[in-house]
């Protein structure tokens, strides 16, 4: 393992304030809000939908509360992958991270996906030359190129370096807001209240409608947990690591509640059910002009583009630090020599991301779904790493601390089970077949190479290797 590893060295820390804040934020946002908004809104009611956006914010605030104390105790590369090794061991480790990587990588293919779709509202006549039919729906040749080229373009960013992409972000990110700050200004001068009727769901009911929107808040919520992910590249002091994580959660909370505001001010039910993108409909009525809607669908790219870049780095990272540990081949541990990122694992991302689009635009569905069962595993994982620790290691240097921790850890641990549920057959979000298969292999792919890599480089080289991570000792001294 030595001689396989022998040219690397230790990520940089190059990441400040604000490239982290628009690294997390810009995850959060992505392009859900563009096609999703209307459809809350029927299912809730305008404030019912705000209300289950507010609900799930709280849940999601108390998960990554016990991130921030552990990503400010121990800011390694991997994030979930070092708390849960600290305190569950080797392969609870391995299980958390690999689990969290499938949500990553079903994210940056999700975009490879979604970028040829929002085009196409753009120039409804570009997709030509028939492939192939997936799931009733016709994959075209022009279609599947941009989203190929999308994700190419993607990972030669991430793979140039992690401060050239923190610099994408922060344009695209600003880009977003600004839109959003103008759709949400127009709304509130040029709305109506009396669109916003009914407030909550009638055919539903009030607990109903709110409960089939707070299904989907926690994936809304997804990439606050990047900022682990990269935390070895993070410049900060380690308290605000944990501050930044939690700023970035609470401005997510109020973008979607306002995004909600703004689009039942100007649509009312009709409008409504006839649009097939809410928010860009509600922009354009809100300023009386074509351009307006075709800009929040710019923002909308500039969403994926936000998203695409976050989790290519939170994944690549993940996937690096289970190699770098001796958890899956030496040589997706590889560290450009020049630009300091985790090359083949970026590598094996572009490869995933630039595949989905070849089965068409039903793979979004599949990829969301199987992907955010992989998540939420992960956040059990850590969850339980915070009560764990905070039982076993009360003494632990924890520069951000959360207060009641056993209350909050408890309560993430029931949240994040109560998640997992909502996967699981009998409910009503439950996997399907397909999305199953795509979880299964996922698994069964990840544990062939752990237990090929465990036989390869043992379980004492692992310990090894997290015992001078989490030491903050270069793992190759004399390099």
């Given at each position: ?38 459809s809350w809104i029927q299912s809730a009611g305008s404030l019912g939908a705000i209300t289950a956006f507010l609900i799930g914010g709280l849940i999601i605030v108390l998960v990554g509360l016990t991130y921030a104390e552990l990503a400010s105790a121990m ?405």
């Amino acid at each position: 393992m030595n001689n396989e590893t022998s040219h690397e060295t230790h990520l940089k820390r190059v990441l400040a304030r604000k490239d982290v804040l628009a690294l997390a934020f810009g995850a959060m946002i992505g392009w859900g809000w563009i096609v999703l908004t209307g459809s809350w809104i029927q299912s809730a009611g305008s404030l019912g939908a705000i209300t289950a956006f507010l609900i799930g914010g709280l849940i999601i605030v108390l998960v990554g509360l016990t991130y921030a104390e552990l990503a400010s105790a121990m800011p390694q590369v991997g994030g979930e992958h070092v708390y849960s090794y600290r305190a569950m061991g080797h392969f609870a480790s391995f299980l958390c991270t690999w689990a969290i990587t499938l949500g990553y990588v079903s994210v940056v293919a999700f975009e490879a996906v979604a970028l040829p779709t929002v085009v196409e509202h753009l120039f409804p006549d570009y997709a030509v030359g028939q492939l192939w039919t997936i799931a009733g729906w016709d994959v075209k040749a022009t279609w599947v190129a941009v989203g190929v080229a999308g994700s190419l373009a993607m990972m030669a960013i991430n793979y140039i370096g992690v401060r050239t992409a923190a610099l994408v972000q922060k344009v695209v990110t600003l880009l977003i807001l600004a839109v959003g700050v103008m759709f949400i200004t127009g709304a509130l001068f040029q709305g109506s209240a009396e669109t916003m009727q009914p407030l909550f769901s009638v055919e539903e009911g009030v607990l109903g409608g709110i409960m089939m929107v707070i299904i989907m808040v926690p994936f809304m919520f997804v990439g606050f947990d990047v900022i682990p992910q990269a935390a070895e590249e993070i410049d900060l002091p380690f308290k605000e690591i944990g501050r930044v994580l939690m700023i970035s959660v609470i401005l997510a909370v109020f973008w979607y509640s306002f995004i909600i505001l703004g689009t039942a001010l100007m649509l009312d039910p009709a409008a409504l059910g006839a649009s097939s993108l809410a928010v860009p409909d509600a922009m354009q009525a809100a300023f009386q002009a074509p351009w307006a809607g075709n800009l929040m669908i710019l923002a909308g790219i500039a969403g994926i583009i936000t998203s695409w870049n976050a989790f290519y780095i939170g994944g690549s990272r993940a996937i690096y630090a289970l190699a770098h540990a001796g958890m899956l081949p030496a040589f997706l541990a590889k560290l450009h020599p020049r630009h300091r990122t985790p090359t083949n694992a970026i590598l094996v991302m572009g490869v995933l991301s630039s595949l989905a689009p070849f089965f068409g635009r039903q793979a979004l569905v599949w990829l969301v779904v199987a992907g955010g069962l992989g998540i939420v595993i992960a956040y059990l994982f850590v969850a339980l790493s915070f009560v764990v620790l905070r039982r076993n290691e009360p003494e632990m240097a924890r520069p951000f601390r959360v207060r009641r921790g056993k209350t909050v850890g408890a309560l993430s641990v029931l949240l994040s089970l109560a998640l997992i549920g909502m996967y699981l057959p009998g409910s009503p979000s439950a996997l399907s077949t397909i999305e199953w298969v795509i979880f299964a292999g996922w698994m069964l792919i990840g544990l062939a190479l752990y237990a090929w890599s465990r036989a390869r480089y043992g379980v004492a080289y692992s310990d090894t290797m997290m015992r001078r991570e989490l030491a903050g000792a270069d793992p190759y001294p004399g390099r």
